[in-house]
């Protein structure tokens, strides 16, 4: 199990989008109220964590197109 810096939960379980085809998707685990994110194709390169906060603005900025790349 891995544990990034600042979170002390290890992390045992990694979700993937069911949308995730050919294996290069970031991976999600929800961790001491904040969510921890890696790269699937490459899940030892490291791992981001974010405050719950930082995740929901992130979300939030998603769902209206904030990040769409045909802007």
């Known amino acids: 199990m891995e544990t990034p810096q600042g ?3 290890p992390i045992s ?3 993937t989008s069911s949308r995730c ?3 290069e998707c970031v991976q999600v685990a929800f ?3 904040g969510v921890a994110l890696r790269d699937s194709k490459n899940p030892e390169q490291g791992i ?3 405050s ?3 995740w929901r603005a992130f979300v939030a900025d998603v769902k209206m197109g904030r990040h769409d790349l045909r802007r």
Do not use: M
């Open 7 to 9: 979170v002390t939960t």
């Open 13 to 15: 379980e990694w979700r």
């Open 21 to 23: 085809t050919g294996g």
């Open 31 to 33: 961790v001491d109220g």
């Open 48 to 50: 981001l964590h974010y």
């Open 52 to 54: 719950a906060d930082a």
